[in-house]
């Protein structure tokens, strides 16, 4: 199974911005579905954004669609969430995931699980 780490967390006022990456190992991240999940305290992990193997395909949670953009980048092995017009519902510990599906959207489709990284965004 590919490791995977995440970076690019922090502290950011409500309406800014952050880029989460995601960084691969053992193994390429085009041969995989790429996904983005959050966490904040007392609550369940939760779906943000998945790009598919293949074909690329983004999907992201209702939350936020047109703040958050899913990409990759097959020369670095990495996959990107850049987050716009966070607000302080965003915050929580958000996880890259990964699954040799085409494309999935729960947490139990996914095989392989980063650390993850803090996100607090303060009102």
């Known amino acids: 199974q590919v490791q995977l780490v995440e970076s690019g967390g922090g502290l950011v006022q409500a309406g800014g911005s952050l880029r989460l990456s995601c960084a691969a190992s053992g193994g390429s991240v085009s041969a995989y579905a790429t996904g983005w999940f959050r966490q904040a305290p007392g609550k369940e992990r939760e779906f943000v954004s998945s790009?598919?193997?293949?074909?690329?395909?983004?999907h992201y949670a209702a939350s936020v669609q047109g703040r958050f953009t899913i990409s990759r980048d097959s020369a670095k092995n990495m996959v990107f969430l850049q987050m716009n017009q966070l607000k302080p519902e965003d915050t929580a510990v958000y996880y890259c995931?990964?699954?040799?599906?085409?494309?999935?959207?729960?947490?139990?489709?996914?095989?392989?699980w980063g650390q993850g990284t803090q996100v607090t965004v303060s009102s």
């Open positions: 995931a990964s699954t040799k599906r085409e494309m999935a959207y729960t947490v139990s489709d996914f095989a392989s």
């Open positions: 790009i598919s193997r293949i074909l690329r395909n983004t």
